[in-house]
């Protein structure tokens, strides 16, 4: 019966023509947070390159492949200041991406955190404003960025499946997120 | 007077095992079809319903931009086509073959960005029952 199968196929393009319209139309909904592959960083992280634009909330945070050059720091240069005045997010608990989120810092990641952390790197520090992260790729330098009242740093990794070895094939569903005590996230 | 010959050990075998040759035989490459099927409709699912999650894939373009997510979109639109025509065994051997391109153009994809490495050697398996499935003519369960 061939035209069953046509029928059948027809069907199947029209329900993904839907799904298409359905994802086209969410896809900025469904990104990561604070994604590490050249989306748009976390509002109240502090941003300081020798480029001006950076230094607002909602300025862009360039680290992955994406990045723009102009906003990347030179070499062993880095620099970060704290914000102004960071504003308070909802809690990480209540978030669609939470089941995505492995905690890197502090304390030793577990066995799921590390392998959500395959490609990036992450390091922080305590400053006297609060905490000092940089994230970027493997490889990347970037300017840290300083979370006054941070306390938890997470990473977002929504399919593990894309690392392999010491390679993220997919940096668009990666993500860096700080909380503070309550758990809330810092914008 | 010699004895009677008597057929090699490697040709001796029992109703079981020849029982289980032949449902191999008929059900393996349907089995194989279908499973091919359910992996793309699972990736052709998730590219149209979260196209930002798969951006990172596309070669060239920024992962931010629309042109990425309408490729990953589109992909997954055929991703999804495909793994309807397998299941349900709608011109099966074409399915198979246009989604073996589609595989071997992720392993050429993969292999030049990343190297050889176990994703890339996981979708190199695939491409190969894609195309064992596209030499094969006989399925069963076929609408």
């Not at chain 1, 502090?106 to 992450?122: E, M, Q």
């Not at chain 1, 569903?173 to 005590?181: C, E, K, P, Q, R």
């Not at chain 2, 991703?79 to 589609?102: E, I, W």
Request: charged share 10%; proline share 7%; glycine share 10%.
């Amino acid at each position: 019966m061939r035209w069953r199968g046509a029928a059948l196929l027809a069907l199947t393009g029209i329900a993904g023509l839907v799904l298409a319209i359905h994802g086209w139309s969410a896809r900025s909904a469904a990104k990561v947070p604070g994604t590490i592959a050249g989306a748009t960083r976390p509002a109240g992280a502090s941003h300081a390159p020798a480029t001006a634009p950076a230094a607002h909330g909602s300025a862009s945070r360039p680290i992955g492949p994406t990045a723009s050059p102009s906003a990347t720091p030179s070499a062993g240069q880095p620099a970060s200041r704290p914000s102004a005045a960071p504003s308070v997010g909802p809690a990480l608990a209540s978030q669609s991406y939470a089941q995505y989120a492995f905690q890197v810092w502090p304390g030793t990641p577990n066995a799921a955190g590390k392998a959500a952390l395959i490609g990036l790197s992450v390091s922080v520090r305590r400053t006297a404003n609060g905490i000092s992260v940089t994230a970027s790729v493997v490889g990347q330098q970037v300017t840290p960025h300083v979370y006054t009242c941070g306390t938890k740093v997470w990473v977002i990794e929504a399919s593990l499946g894309d690392d392999s070895g010491n390679t993220d094939y997919n940096l668009g569903d990666d993500g860096l997120i700080v909380t503070n005590a309550a758990g809330r996230i810092l914008q | 007077m010699s004895p009677p010959m008597s057929p090699p050990m490697s040709t001796v075998r029992s109703p079981a095992i020849q029982a289980a040759e032949r449902i191999a035989s008929e059900w393996a490459p349907t089995i194989g079809r279908i499973s091919l099927g359910l992996v793309l409709a699972w990736f052709g699912y998730h590219e149209l319903v979260q196209p930002s999650l798969w951006t990172g894939y596309v070669p060239v373009l920024a992962s931010s931009s629309a042109a990425a997510a309408v490729l990953v979109l589109i992909h997954g639109w055929v991703l999804l086509v495909l793994a309807v025509a397998l299941v349900a065994g709608v011109t099966p051997r074409l399915a198979a073959a246009a989604a073996a391109l589609l595989l071997l153009q992720i392993v050429i994809t993969l292999t030049i960005t990343g190297g050889l490495s176990d994703l890339t050697m996981r979708d190199v398996g695939v491409l190969g029952l894609a195309l064992y499935l596209t030499g094969r003519n006989t399925h069963r369960l076929r609408i």
